[in-house]
Structures are given as structure tokens and as C-alpha cells.
T-cell receptor, first 115, second 115 residues
């Protein structure tokens, strides 16, 4: 069982669609992350929110727009995506400042296909 | 900049046998953390084991243990009594101590378990 949940599990969208990915964590963590992962590759960090504020944006194109409505929710709004954006999108959470480290715990991911 | 190298893209092991996955890293920092994550075909990224660099004792979690050689910058994962459910992609990751929460990932080792 995972304490980080993601919806939907699968998403197929056209290049003109607008959709959103959702992530919720039930661990009381105050940092949340979005990653993009291509097949057989490690995850690539996209965004980090710490205490509901965007702290890291890894130069992600503006067609990806993150939102953190509260400490347990994280959204990723998608608009005008390209086929190369098709990937597994992983959400993670951690508790900043914990000893020995704020270990990241991952959700099950959303498989996104852009047609 | 830190780097993480997993030199074995693919490995296989017989069920009930022991296998060791290798990981080396490069850093000039003295305080950091190392992780092994497992990602089965179900795609959930699962934390297997964590090692704090300041600890000399090797971390263990049930059938999983590490051989942490700080001077050699080596962090191998040993899986004992391998089970079919251990088949997965295994990623080694590095994290600096402090406020930077970014994980530096290796390229992964795909482990097959043969019955």
C-alpha cells in the first residue's frame, strides 16, 4: 500500500487538450515533487514544492503548470503537450529537515500518452 | 557535480540465490545519503534501503543489505534468498545533506529472477 496516491493511473490526451494530474500524500510531509520518467531511464526532477511554495523548477516548459493547493495535494496542469511529453509522471513527498534526511516516497505514477 | 554510476545495465539471478548490484558515485562532499530504489513493472518506485554517509555500519533491511565503502565511493546492494518478486529495475541515488533535496540517480540495473 502506498501513502502517496496519484490519479489517474492512465491518461491519453490530444495536443490541444487541457488535463490535470493529481497527487495526494497522507504522510504529513511538507515537500512534494513532480518527476518525469521515460522507459528504462531514471526519473527527471521537474518541480519541488516546500511548505506549499515552489522551490525548484528545473526549467520545465510552460505547458506544464504545477499547483500546490495545500500541504497534502499537488497538481500538474497540462496544456498543449507534445508527443515527446508522453512518459510516466511520478509524484513524491518528503518531510524537510528530518534526520537523517528527508527521504522521498513515491506514488504509483500516471502513465501519460500524448497523441 | 555529483555523479552516480551503475555499471551493470542487466543482471539475472536464480531464485533463492544471492546477487549483488554495484553502484559507485563521485562527490567532494563528506556528508550525504545514499539510496537504493526498486521499480518493478508495476512502476511504483519503492525505497529499498538508505545509508547515511556518517555511519560506518552498513544498512540492512531484511534480505537487503549494502556494502558501503566511503573511501572507495562504492555502495553495492546485496539481495539474499532472491524471490520472483525481486525482479525489477534497481536505481542507486545520491543526495547531499542540507537543504538541497535533489536526488542524483544512476541509470539503473534491470534484475531478472529465474525460477
Amino acid at each position: 500500500d502506498t501513502e502517496v496516491t496519484q490519479t489517474p493511473k492512465h491518461l491519453v490526451m490530444g495536443m490541444t487538450n487541457k488535463k490535470s494530474l493529481k497527487c495526494e500524500q497522507h504522510m504529513g510531509h511538507r515537500a512534494m515533487y513532480w518527476y518525469k520518467q521515460k522507459a528504462k531511464k531514471p526519473p527527471e526532477l521537474m518541480f519541488v514544492y516546500s511548505y506549499e511554495k515552489l522551490s525548484i523548477n528545473e526549467s520545465v516548459p510552460s505547458r506544464f503548470s504545477p499547483e500546490c493547493p495545500n500541504s497534502s495535494l499537488l497538481n500538474l496542469h497540462l496544456h498543449a503537450l507534445q508527443p515527446e511529453d508522453s512518459a510516466l509522471y511520478l509524484c513524491a513527498s518528503s518531510q524537510p529537515g528530518t534526520v537523517p534526511t528527508d527521504t522521498q516516497y513515491f506514488g504509483p505514477g500516471t502513465r501519460l500518452t500524448v497523441l | 557535480a555529483q555523479t552516480v554510476t551503475q555499471s551493470q545495465p542487466e543482471m539475472s539471478v536464480q531464485e533463492a540465490e544471492t546477487v549483488t548490484l554495484s553502484c559507485t558515485y563521485d562527490t567532494s562532499e563528506s556528508d550525504y545519503y545514499l539510496f537504493w530504489y526498486k521499480q518493478p513493472p508495476s512502476r511504483q518506485m519503492i525505497l529499498v534501503i538508505r545509508q547515511e554517509a556518517y555511519k560506518q555500519q552498513n544498512a540492512t533491511e531484511n534480505r537487503f543489505s549494502v556494502n558501503f565503502q566511503k573511501a572507495a565511493k562504492s555502495f553495492s546492494l546485496k539481495i539474499s534468498d532472491s524471490q520472483l518478486g525481486d525482479a525489477a529495475m534497481y536505481f542507486c541515488a545520491f543526495q547531499n545533506a542540507g537543504n538541497n533535496r535533489k536526488l542524483i540517480w544512476g541509470l539503473g540495473t534491470s534484475l531478472a529472477v529465474n525460477p
